[in-house]
């Protein structure tokens, strides 16, 4: 693995982690919920091991998140993203309004 995807899939395991605990959900709790071993959660959010699409559609499902905000390449883009992926269509198109205003 490179050192961008190795820096990738640490991101993500910080971010599985943090929004779990978001959630309120222990390591068992989440793998109960997903019908997996408590270790394959550890192993995900220590980056030891990348969950397939399938489980972390799953995954961010359960804690509230969108697979995009889960996802992000920084974690400062998760908020945004996580916002835009659950806006209206009026909002979108408000904010695409306000995007091409400040690019101008």
């Known amino acids: ?3 961008h995807a190795t820096a990738f899939v640490q ?4 971010r599985l982690f943090n929004t779990r605990v978001a959630a309120g959900l222990t390591v068992r709790a989440a793998a109960h919920a997903i019908g997996v071993d408590h270790s394959m959660i550890v192993r995900y ?3 030891q091991s990348i969950p397939p699409l399938e489980r972390l559609i799953t995954l961010a499902d359960l804690y509230g998140m969108t697979l ?3 996802l992000a390449s ?3 883009a998760v908020a ?5 992926d659950r806006a209206d269509a009026q909002t ?3 904010m695409e309004r306000a995007l091409g ?3 101008q």
């Open 1 to 3: 693995m490179n050192e």
């Open 11 to 14: 991101a993500l395991g910080r």
């Open 80 to 84: 945004l993203i996580a916002a835009i």
């Open 74 to 76: 920084t974690d400062e």
């Open 101 to 103: 205003t400040a690019q």
């Open 68 to 70: 995009a905000a889960l």
């Open 45 to 47: 959010e220590n980056a």
């Open 92 to 94: 979108l198109l408000q």
